[in-house]
């Protein structure tokens, strides 16, 4: 993702002329990518070194702070999304309804993924 967003970036700016924002804000990504991509063709897995220095109480105790983190982050959107719905039913602005919108996108993305990963473990573990 940060590597698309960094050439897109670098794209507008050879298109549009070369204002200062576009080659900055593409460079800062292609940076990064790079380095992503650095570690992570030159480093083991984090899953592998984990692998080898945890046991089972600690899995079960990622596992149980990780579902957690995910039912509060859950609730936290679900609650900003009707708050932002409640909002633009009472003030009518329109960024209030962008905001709903951008919130239940993320929420049913969340749900995509979480029902992804669940029938991929079924699966393959």
Known sequence: MVLILGIACLGIAAFHGMETRFPIAGIVPLAWSAIDFFFAFTQSSIDSQAEKVTDERDRYIAMKSS??????TNYVIGAACFI??????VFKWEQLLTVTITLCAVLFLMLFVVIGRNSYYEKHE
């Open 67 to 72: 579902r957690k983190a995910l039912l509060i």
């Open 84 to 89: 932002a719905m409640f909002l633009f039913a």
